[in-house]
Each structure stands twice: as structure tokens, then as C-alpha cells.
């Protein structure tokens, strides 16, 4: 099977080769959906003035070599040199057909690369909250994606878990004592043992200040490798890997430990990537801390704005962890393509430490480095969503509201449904609605967090999507038959079963575009338009009902092929498909 596009793309430029000389047999042909017919061409245009003739006698010079006459019914040019092109119906249903035996519904393997992909990032001893929620979504689905599409993904979960801070966190562990309640916060309100150790330390009196004499000296145990410090810090990390999981697994992300690549792996390696980039000259000391500085990167008054690799006291930052990150990426995972889901703020940061690790020859050209820019979630207020105390939402907290938001609404629909069904529905449900929210918006933009909007069943959002697939699903069941056995011949003789047989041929193409592009929200504006092709299908196109055998056969399978993409569809996505809605 071919996504149409893709066929008469080819078949174009095949002729103006033909027409032009070999030079031109590269041009982009310009093919668009056309409101006149299927597609248009409109490669004249661009190509008048370089050819030095007018539009339409390029477009008649196109047609004298075109050879579409299996794929399309009808060419003709229009307007100043458009060339229409209506596809074949008996082509249409070829081709569809064949997704039907196609386990890969059309999607194409590309060229395996590797990419290392560095999403979510949680820090450990705190919450995770609303802000982590579209870098682990996004990222979640773009690594399905990029799997699907052949690639070697290697998650890489870069969580804070070293630092200045667990100087103090782990003194408070030894206080409240390694298995008490308190230690336990960490895998249920880790913001609760946070703020008790960070009230502590910033408290004054003699109790107070011996405590925060305690972890700062613990800090330097911390980064000089005391094994017992370190025991405790391995404590500290695995209760919140608990916690992480526990909200992994309620998000029906794909992260595991395995996937874990903190701060504190690249430890080992921060002092020889100073002393290299010093040894190469890229680097160098400027009151007291090291630092590049970069062409092309100047702040107030034309000043340089300095990457600093080594604070003046000998303290590493993040610049230093993130370019011994790109070093490790390019030399041990042997990375071609790298890609960073993370917030937009980071975008100038992330650039500076790109600049200098290409100068340090340790980013070769051939590697593409990508920053993923994630949006803010907003509230109703146009504002960062935040709790009336001011707080970051809690992530947890919003999900569970949103499963609980998801049993009221399947419990007023679904009546007939036992207690557990539906509470299985409504995990789904809920979960997806808040999935799909955040991937149907291009991921650098902002969008608002409104729970109605979301678990609404028309519209735009993952119920309506897990919805279309439940209807095929009860269509079978109604039928006394099996998804897997629709087999019959594929005709497209009524304007919407033409329409979502076109629908289904664009899948391929479109999950290609999310993988290349890096934009999931393709993938959810194309579900919602092939959601509602199917809509339009059913109000033309009786299927258990049809007037013929044949036709009866034609539409089950063409429903059969539509359930498959919207679940594998949605799985990309991350979003779960339901039995029942």
C-alpha cells in the first residue's frame, strides 16, 4: 500500500524530468489536498520563472509525460498552471485493502539510528508536578514513535538526584531515622520530607545551626565518595524511584529504573571535561571560575556571556553535567541523533553548551542535536497552573482528579457495567484525556488545563478518539463477529467510504512526519480527523445493515482497518483504548 501523496509525488517528478532534463527530476512537485480534486500539483508555478515560460504551458509539458493513468481518473490543469489530480476509486480500494494484511498498517521502517532521548527528569526528594507532565508525555510518545518507526531509542531519564541539597536531606533521613514514617514520605508526599529537612536547615538557634553545619559537611562527604554518605544518598534515591514508578505506572509511560541517567552519572567525569576543554583552549579562567566563551552569544552592551564549566569556589554546574552528557551520548551510546524534551526556558542554555561541545570536537556534524521545546500548562487565569496556595499542582493529585472526574462520567453513561469495569474504564478514561489534552497542542506552545474540555466525548480529546474505536469494537460484537476476520474485497462507490479509505492511507506518512518532525500533535489532529471521517461513514454507510453482502463485507473491513490505526494510533500516543465507553 502508498500514501497517495507519496505515489503521485514520485509519478511528478518522474515527468519533469522527463520534460525538463534530469536536473529538474528532484523538484519538488508541490502536491496539496486540493478542494477541486484528491490533490494538486503545483510545481508549474515555482518552475515558470526559472524555465522562463509561462505557468500553463510548463503544466501542459507535465501532463505530455505524466503516466498516472493507473493510480488516477481524472488530470487536468486549472487556474494558472495547477494540475488537478482525482484518484482511481478502484486504486483507492487497492490500496486500502492491502492494510488490512499490513501488521504495519503502511507505516515504513526507516534507516535504524540511534537516539538517546532525555525526557522527564524529576528531581529526587521532591514531587513531581504539573510542569513534568508534558516532558514525560511528549517525550513517552515520541519514543514509541521513533521505535515503531525502527529506531534504537535510549531513554535517558537525567533526574536531579546530586547536588548541594542532599547535604541536608540525608542529615534529616539519619534524624527521622532510615525506616521510620517520615523516611517512608519519600515514596508517598515527598515535598513533606523535603520542606522538613529544608525547614531545618534554614532555621536559626543552636539545635538549627549545628544541623546545617552537619550537611554542609556532608556535602563535601557526598562529592568526595564517603561510601557510608553514599549508602545513605543510594537510600534517599531508591525511595524516590518508588515514587517515580508509582507515577510512571499511573501515567502509563514506559519509563523504567533501567531508563534512569541522573545528574550523578556524569559525576565522575566533570573534572576531566574542564581540564580538556582548558587543554584544547576552549575554555578558560575568568575571575577565578572557568568559563567559554562562544561567538555569537553576547548580553548587555555586546559583552560575551560567559558558559561557565567551574565556579570560582571549584563547584561544578549544570552547563558541566550537560556537556559531559553530550560526550557520553556521542562516544558510549554512539548517538546519530539526540533529542532534549525540555522546558522552553532551557532553549538559550542548551545552545551555548551545543556551541561549545561542537568546539570541543566532541559533537561531530553528522550528530543532530534537537531541543524538544516544551509549553507551560496554564490555568483557567491564563496563568502557570498552580493551587490557590501558589503552589506547583501536584501531579499525582491531577491524575488521580482526573480518574475520579472519568468514574463519575462512566458511571452516569454505563450503568449496565459492573463496579470494576468500570473502574477500569475510567482509569483509562481520565488518564488518556489528560494525555491526549497535552499531545493534540504543538508541544512548544502554552495551552490551559481545563478537566471539562478534556473528558468531554465530542470534540477534539481522548475520549472521543477512545470512543470511535469502542463503537468498531461494539459494531463486531453486535455482529457475532471478529475484528481480526474481515477479509472481503474493499469497494469505495459511496463519498464517505471513498473519504475514509483515503483517511486510512495517509496513517504511514503522518507517523513518519511525527518521527522526522518531532510533533506528536500530527498524530493526534490526524486520529481526530480519521474519528471523524468514520462519524461521516456511519451516517452514509449502514454496515451490519448494508443492502448488499458484498457491501456489507467491503464496510467491515474498512471499519477493521480504521479500528487498527486508531489503536495503534492512540498507543503511540501513549493514550489506552477501552473495550467499552
Not at 141 to 153: C, D, I, K, Y
Request: glycine letters at 8%; one cysteine or more.
Amino acid at each position: 500500500m502508498a500514501d497517495p501523496q507519496e505515489v503521485l509525488s514520485r509519478r511528478v517528478q518522474s515527468a519533469l524530468g522527463a520534460a525538463f532534463g534530469p536536473e529538474f527530476a528532484d523538484t519538488d512537485p508541490v502536491i496539496r489536498p486540493s478542494q477541486f480534486a484528491d490533490y494538486q500539483a503545483n510545481a508549474a508555478l515555482a518552475l515558470a520563472k526559472r524555465l522562463g515560460r509561462k505557468p500553463r504551458e510548463v503544466s501542459a509539458a507535465i501532463m505530455e509525460h505524466l503516466d498516472v493513468a493507473d493510480v488516477c481518473r481524472d488530470v487536468e490543469v486549472s487556474g494558472p498552471g495547477f494540475i488537478n489530480l482525482t484518484l482511481r476509486e478502484d486504486w483507492i480500494a487497492g490500496q486500502t485493502r492491502l492494510l488490512l494484511e499490513d501488521p504495519r498498517l503502511g507505516v515504513p521502517v526507516q534507516e535504524r539510528l540511534n537516539i538517546p532521548l532525555d525526557y522527564s527528569a524529576p528531581n529526587v526528594a521532591k514531587e513531581m508536578h504539573v510542569g513534568h507532565l508534558r516532558t514525560t508525555v511528549v517525550g513517552d510518545s515520541l519514543a514509541r514513535t521513533l521505535e515503531f518507526l525502527g529506531h534504537n531509542v535510549i531513554r535517558q531519564n537525567h533526574i536531579g538526584d546530586w547536588g548541594t541539597p542532599f547535604g541536608m536531606l540525608i542529615e534529616h533521613l539519619l534524624e527521622v531515622g532510615e525506616d521510620s514514617p517520615e523516611a517512608d514520605l519519600l515514596t508517598t508526599d515527598p515535598n513533606g520530607f523535603y520542606q522538613a529537612a529544608r525547614t531545618k536547615f534554614d532555621s536559626s538557634g543552636p539545635g538549627a545551626d549545628e544541623f546545617a553545619a552537619r550537611a554542609r559537611r556532608r556535602v563535601v562527604s557526598l562529592q568526595s565518595g564517603d561510601e557510608e554518605t553514599l549508602r545513605l544518598w543510594r537510600k534517599l534515591v531508591g525511595l524516590s524511584e518508588v515514587y517515580f514508578n508509582k507515577v510512571y505506572a499511573k501515567l502509563g509511560v514506559t519509563l523504567t529504573d533501567d531508563d534512569l541517567a541522573g545528574e550523578s552519572s556524569y559525576n565522575a567525569m566533570l573534572a576531566d571535561v574542564c581540564r580538556e576543554l582548558e587543554a584544547k583552549g576552549v575554555a578558560e579562567v575568568s575571575d577565578g571560575a572557568l568559563c567559554v566563551f562562544l561567538e555569537g552569544f553576547t548580553g548587555r552592551e555586546g559583552r560575551p556571556v560567559p558558559l561557565i564549566v567551574r565556579k570560582s569556589d571549584g563547584g561544578y554546574g549544570y552547563a558541566t553535567t550537560d556537556l559531559a552528557t553530550v560526550r557520553y551520548r556521542v562516544d558510549d551510546l554512539k548517538a546519530d541523533r539526540i533529542l532534549y524534551v525540555v522546558g522552553a526556558p532551557q532553549a538559550m542554555h542548551f545552545k551555548m553548551v551545543w556551541a561549545a561541545a561542537r568546539e570541543a570536537g566532541w559533537l561531530p556534524d553528522g550528530v543532530e542535536v534537537t531541543h524538544v521545546q516544551i509549553g507551560n500548562v496554564l490555568g483557567n487565569d491564563g496563568k502557570i497552573l498552580r493551587t490557590r496556595s501558589g503552589a506547583p499542582v501536584r501531579l499525582m493529585a491531577l491524575l488521580d482528579e482526573a480518574i475520579e472526574r472519568a468514574a463519575a462520567v462512566v458511571a452516569e453513561n454505563r450503568p449496565d457495567l459492573g463496579a470494576q469495569e468500570q473502574a477500569e474504564i475510567a482509569r483509562k478514561v481520565g488518564i488518556g484525556a489528560v494525555k491526549y489534552a497535552d499531545l493534540s497542542v504543538s508541544h512548544d506552545t502554552e495551552y490551559t488545563f481545563d478537566f471539562d474540555r478534556m473528558l468531554a466525548l465530542t470534540g477534539n480529546t481522548g475520549p472521543y478518539l477512545q470512543y470511535a474505536q469502542a463503537r468498531i469494537r461494539s459494531i463486531f460484537r453486535k455482529g457475532g463477529l471478529d475484528l481480526s476476520s474481515p477479509r472481503g474485497e474493499i469497494t469505495v462507490s459511496e463519498g464517505a467510504e471513498r473519504d475514509l479509505a483515503l483517511k486510512l492511507l495517509e496513517f504511514g506518512a503522518v507517523v513518519e512526519q511525527v518521527g522526522d518532525l518531532l510533533q506528536p500533535h500530527r498524530l493526534s489532529g490526524y486520529l481526530f480527523e480519521l474519528a471523524q471521517s468514520l462519524t461521516s461513514f456511519y451516517e452514509h454507510c449502514p454496515v451490519l445493515t448494508a443492502p448488499t453482502e458484498a457491501e456489507r463485507e467491503s464496510r467491515l473491513a474498512l471499519v477493521s482497518v480504521a479500528f487498527r490505526v486508531l489503536v495503534q494510533g492512540l498507543d503511540l500516543l501513549g493514550v489506552e483504548a477501552p473495550e467499552h465507553m
